[in-house]
């Protein structure tokens, strides 16, 4: 999904939703084409479980209780708060969101954050973490033709080293 979300010149974020061992949802990043800063690829198939009654026959306060996310991109805040609010059972992510990041690199909104209702839940970094890395590289290392003054980045060249995280002892 991630790859399919290059392709349309969106940032890189890529994720499925996976139940009872079955994937039920998988999404990308549309926030470019919607012009809608809040389509991110976690919201997108948020939306998409909720309103399919085959997956949420009825509403309830946790929907997602049962449901794992993978995620190419740590959730931001705005998502990692979304999951909790809809009580996602875990959430597994390829590599850290050092800007917004909603589990632990900005804010905890997972767990370390107190809610008055929605427990918390954990979200664990590393799962293909440098598939992860090196998509956003491929995607910010182009030309981004939606930015009002295109900057010149034709003299960059793609990194192709990652460090490990910090305070990792291993990135898995
Ligand atoms: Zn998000």
Known sequence: MAEEA?????????????????????????????????????????DYILSNKELTPEMTEYPLSETTLYVTVEPCIMCASALRQLGIKEVLYGCENDRFGGCGSVLGVNESLRHPK????????????????????????????????????????LKTEIKPRKGSPSSG
Do not use: W
């Open 118 to 157: 929605h427990a918390g839940y954990k979200a664990t970094s590393g799962y293909c973490r440098e598939d992860a890395i090196m998509i956003l590289r491929r995607f910010y290392i182009t030309e981004n033709t939606n930015a009002p003054v295109p900057k010149s980045k034709t003299n960059r060249v």
């Open 6 to 46: 290059l392709t349309a010149q969106e940032v890189p974020v890529g994720c499925v939703f996976v139940r009872d061992g079955r994937a039920i949802a998988e999404a990308r990043n549309r926030t470019n084409e919607l012009r809608n800063a809040t389509r991110h690829a976690e919201l997108e198939a948020i």
